[in-house]
């Protein structure tokens, strides 16, 4: 059992968080993560770590189905004895049997203390991967027997309030995920923003820090999803004033019918300025050559530092994420440009607490990428969350 904060905080309100998965699913992890954060905002937090209440609480019971049961009913009896008297319990335990999760859901429903079940549905597969305390590699070589999610059954949750895909996101992201339950019930301020608020906020604040500093900014479009988000955030942050910045597609020649559609619908419908640089018109007057490949994403460089110049755009929005390759952790949000438009890691310039530097000589331009901290995933879960429309592709084979 650990104690992550004592002094209760003005905000403090009882609750139980239970964290259910497999073995080295991620479950601690994210539970200490929520509890520092809990702790940060002046909450009173216990992690019950499920180790920790083996050693000590039920210690004796091994692991047949009535022991698992009995360790999870102890676990659940201090949980809600916790949560009714004001601490934010935080269970991270395998608690493999549905039968046995569901009781300790009554009993924090009969005295009326808030309950909420997480999945964390990392596969077995990435499980036996982490093997963070050697369980799989000793099961495997037949010391172990009776593991769960191997050779002892897992009963998944079938309505929990939360899953975890962790294999999918950080477990920073994950523990935002679970705060934003708690805020979403009240349980907790609500001062604290989701992570995917927080990306938002941040996004927004550099699209208007680009309005104040600049004079002709443009935002890349492609009409791909990262682009359509920096749209949607753009939208977002002027509204309900119209967008100061001019939408630049570079067109290969290669795209759905269907996304120059949506492009077209999308600028009439919120009176957007466009501008399209095409590599077709590039190749038809013998400035750029076809790859062997056929490819033509490489080929975009030279029309789109054309376009730039000729429109004397002095910042460029792009979509770049901080998981697409090792090549973004150099870049900044603000990412100057030369003449040629190209880029010197050593003339970039820091940005503390989130000041932008945009100076420029003339000829320079500066790429900002609001999507700096996203990552693939926070681009699909915010998609759904706001409902962004996106192109609808028929990839059936024509008859």
């Not at 939208?235 to 001019?246: E, G, I, N, S, W």
């Amino acid at each position: 059992m650990t104690t992550t904060a004592r002094k209760a905080g003005p905000r403090a309100r009882g609750a139980a968080v239970w964290l259910t998965g497999l073995p080295s699913a991620g479950k601690t992890t994210i539970a200490r993560r929520l509890g520092d954060r809990l702790k940060a905002e002046g909450h009173r937090v216990e992690v019950l770590d499920g180790d920790e209440i083996r050693r000590f609480l039920s210690a004796g019971l091994g692991f047949s189905r009535e022991d698992r049961n009995t360790n999870v009913q102890r676990i659940g009896l201090v949980s809600e004895v916790l949560a009714r008297n004001g601490v934010l319990s935080v269970v991270p335990v395998i608690a493999p049997y549905a039968d046995s999760r569901e009781a300790v859901r009554k009993r924090h429903e009969a005295s009326g203390t808030p309950y909420i079940e997480v999945h964390v549905a990392t596969p077995v597969d990435v499980c036996s991967e982490r093997d963070v305390k050697g369980l799989y590699a000793r099961q495997a070589a037949g010391q172990l027997s009776g593991l769960t999610g191997v050779d002892d059954p897992y009963e998944p949750p079938e309505a929990p309030s939360l899953v975890l895909p962790t294999q999918l996101q950080t477990p920073q992201e994950s523990a935002a995920a679970v705060y934003a339950v708690l805020a979403e019930r009240g349980l907790v301020s609500g001062f604290g923003l989701s992570h995917l608020d927080a990306l938002e906020s941040e996004a927004v604040h550099i699209f208007r820090e680009v309005a104040g500093e600049f004079e002709r900014p443009v935002i890349l479009f492609s009409g791909g999803k990262d682009s359509i988000v920096m749209l949607h955030l753009a939208l977002k942050a002027f509204a309900p004033a119209p967008v100061p910045c001019t939408l630049l597609h570079v067109d290969t020649g290669h795209n759905f019918p269907e996304v120059i559609e949506y492009r077209d619908r999308v600028v009439a419908a919120h009176g957007l300025r466009l501008h399209v640089a095409s590599v077709q018109d590039y190749i038809d007057r013998g400035v750029l050559r076809e790859r062997p490949d056929g490819t033509r994403n490489p080929l975009q460089t030279v029309p789109l530092t054309e376009k730039i110049q000729s429109e004397r755009f002095d910042a460029v929005f792009g979509g770049g994420r901080r998981d697409e390759e090792k090549a973004r952790a150099k870049e900044r949000v603000f990412s100057l440009r030369d003449e040629f438009s190209q880029w010197d890691p050593r003339r970039q310039r820091p940005e503390l607490w989130n000041l932008y530097n945009g100076r420029h000589a003339p000829g320079e331009h500066v790429r900002v990428f609001p999507l700096s901290n996203w990552t693939e995933l926070d681009v699909w879960q915010y998609i759904a969350r706001e409902g962004i429309e996106l192109p609808e592709i028929d990839l059936r084979p024509s008859a």
